[in-house]
């Protein structure tokens, strides 16, 4: 997202929206997703580095798991709004370059966002689209982008 909202090195629109300086675009979303990632950082840290003895001593381990695992649910839901505006800003971009072609699956992608999501032509209340994205993620992650072989393990239900 950095990289398509910087003009000097996308040749997009800055910020990717037209007018970009009197339209925000997706700064806020932008910041949005960095401040998930950096949260999702901070909730990586390994849990157990944080065991303590107990029973007089006597245990010196005790497995951190359950609250190892309940951070998953937030890193989760952290990733998928993420994702989520990933996909917008991907999409903005695409459709910044009309008369371009992309791949047929991304193209899909797009016009599955954009049903939902309509293109930014100047600022407005970006959590509504963050939220229909994000659903969008959470029900299609997008498999149909990458080689079938990375997902042979999973079978057809990986699909």
Not at 5 to 29: C, Q, W, Y
Not at 123 to 145: N, S
Request: glycine content about 6%.
């Amino acid at each position: 997202v950095a990289l398509m909202m910087d003009g000097t090195m996308s040749r997009l629109p800055h910020f990717l929206v037209e007018k970009g300086g009197v339209n925000s675009g997706f700064m806020i979303a932008h910041v949005t997703a960095a401040a998930l990632a950096s949260e999702n950082k901070s909730l990586a840290h390994p849990r157990c580095v944080d065991t303590v003895p107990t029973s007089a001593n006597q245990e010196d381990h005790v497995s951190m798991a359950t609250g190892a695992a309940a951070r998953l649910w937030s890193m989760t839901a952290n990733t998928r709004v993420i994702l989520a505006i990933e996909w917008l800003a991907a999409c903005q971009g695409i459709d910044f370059q009309a008369g371009l072609h992309t791949t047929e699956a991304l193209e899909h992608v797009r016009q599955w966002v954009r049903q939902r999501v309509p293109f930014y032509e100047r600022d407005r209340f970006f959590a509504p689209d963050i939220e229909a994205a994000t659903e969008l993620v959470a029900r299609q992650p997008g498999h149909e982008l990458l080689p079938a072989a990375m997902f042979a393990s999973l079978g057809e239900a990986g699909r």
